[in-house]
């Protein structure tokens, strides 16, 4: 992830509400209270099965960018150019994939075209990687 001189860093809006479930696979997600009977349409945040599926469901959705010019983890992307135009164009592609796929990004969370940026605690910069 360092020694890029760009990175954007994009954060998907409520990560697992995104992701619908199977229609055959809705009634395993069945619970009573007192309101009724009800199952899940989209993966939901309590499940303990869930953070390995949902990474492999973005994974397998941005599988031919991810280790070339993208991370992911979870809902958190990572998009990185050695240039200004190269990280512009890498962005571009992940924000159409997100709008193919209906992902939808948490704008308030995300920053563009900086220079460095911590991921996952550690400091990202073009020169080189240190703990943060």
Request: glycine letters at 6%; proline letters at 4%.
């Amino acid at each position: 992830m360092a020694g890029h001189a760009y990175y954007c860093f994009l954060d998907g809006y409520s990560g697992y509400n995104q992701i619908p479930i199977a229609l055959e696979d809705q009634e395993k997600t069945t619970f009573t209270c007192p309101f009724g009977t009800f199952a899940y349409r989209r993966m939901p945040f309590d499940c303990v099965m869930l953070p390995p599926r949902f990474q492999r469901c973005m994974t397998s959705i941005f599988s031919d960018m991810v280790e070339h010019f993208l991370e992911v983890f979870m809902d958190d992307f990572s998009v990185h150019g050695s240039s200004f135009d190269e990280c512009l164009h890498h962005l571009s592609l992940v924000l159409i994939r997100c709008k193919e796929k209906n992902l939808v990004l948490n704008w308030e969370k995300c920053h563009f075209m900086v220079t460095k940026g911590i991921v996952l605690g550690h400091v990202s910069v073009k020169a080189r990687h240190r703990g943060g």
